[in-house]
């Protein structure tokens, strides 16, 4: 997180020392403690999140470690949280799903005044702020809805849909959405692109394993291809983190879980017919899936 997240973080977490990922000398935080073993034998250290981590805070905290240590993937020793929540952490999650949604009323809102990205996505930003998120993240397209960026500075008006991504975390549980509002140039792709989230949105039951979700959203989604923004997954869990569990992947054979929470993603991206992207946020039970959270239909 940046330096001004970092008082919020301390409140969520028992590790006494939270430091900034974010500024150039952050892998240097290292040495003083590295220092301590020397002259010992090269130790290992478990890691987690690794694989999440920015390439370049990665190569830099390697640099950091040297030959001192090397480092052990811990994801699956430490144990993945379970996508089963508790009826408190399900009122969480639905506060946060409350919060995105007003978050994402005020972007599409503030789009259809400016058809300005990134005035959209700081404003969003600002609302759930002024609303006691404790963090926001969002990702804006200034090409049509091809690619996704962080926030520019540029302001510019960009013709064409808004495509977006924002994410909100409150009170220690996150919520994100994919939007699309489209002004009838990516009409095609976005009405695919709901479609296949319908589908596997109705594939989401317990016993029924991610590849399954995988396969009906990108049979619905046919003959578009998944947008490659979504790097072949459809979904995945979310609460206490962004990313809980493992990804809706074609390969996937994992079961869902009854009272198991996910994000399910889906887009189209196609120079014809247009570049879409829609989510919702669904809870897995007996009854099919409950949904907590969708993105809104045509902006």
């Not at 609302?127 to 397209?141: H, K, N």
């Not at 594939?203 to 396969?215: L, Q, T």
Request: hydrophobic share 45%; glycine share 10%.
């Amino acid at each position: 997180m940046s330096t001004r997240d970092l008082p919020a973080m301390r409140t969520l977490t028992w590790i006494a020392d939270v430091q900034s990922g974010m500024g150039p000398e952050w892998a240097k935080q290292f040495d003083p403690w590295f220092a301590r073993f020397a002259g010992e034998q090269a130790q290992k250290l478990g890691t987690i999140g690794f694989d999440i981590m920015a390439p370049a805070l990665s190569q830099a905290v390697k640099r950091s470690l040297g030959p001192r240590f090397s480092l052990q993937r811990a994801d699956d020793v430490v144990g993945l949280p379970s996508p089963r929540k508790r009826p408190r952490e399900l009122t969480m999650l639905r506060a946060s799903c409350t919060l995105l949604d007003t978050a994402v009323e005020t972007m599409v809102q503030s789009w259809r005044a400016n058809h300005t990205p990134e005035t959209a996505a700081l404003e969003a930003e600002c609302m759930a702020r002024a609303r006691a998120a404790q963090d926001v993240r969002a990702l804006i397209s200034l090409d049509g809805g091809r690619t996704l960026v962080p926030f520019q500075g540029r302001f510019e008006t960009c013709e064409g849909p808004l495509v977006a991504y924002i994410a909100v975390k409150l009170a220690g549980y996150w919520a994100d959405m994919f939007v699309t509002v489209d002004d009838g140039t990516a009409q095609p792709a976005a009405a695919k692109a709901r479609a296949a989230l319908d589908a596997a949105i109705a594939s989401v039951r317990p016993g029924s394993s991610r590849g399954e979700v995988h396969a009906k959203a990108v049979a619905a989604l046919a003959p578009l291809k998944l947008h490659p923004a979504l790097s072949g997954s459809v979904g995945h869990g979310i609460g206490l983190s962004l990313h809980e569990g493992r990804e809706f992947a074609a390969t996937q054979v994992t079961t869902l879980e009854n009272g198991g929470i996910y994000t399910i993603q889906v887009g189209a991206g196609d120079d014809k017919a247009g570049h879409a992207l829609v989510a919702a946020i669904v809870r897995c039970t007996a009854n099919g899936a409950d949904v907590l959270a969708r993105s809104p239909v045509g902006g």
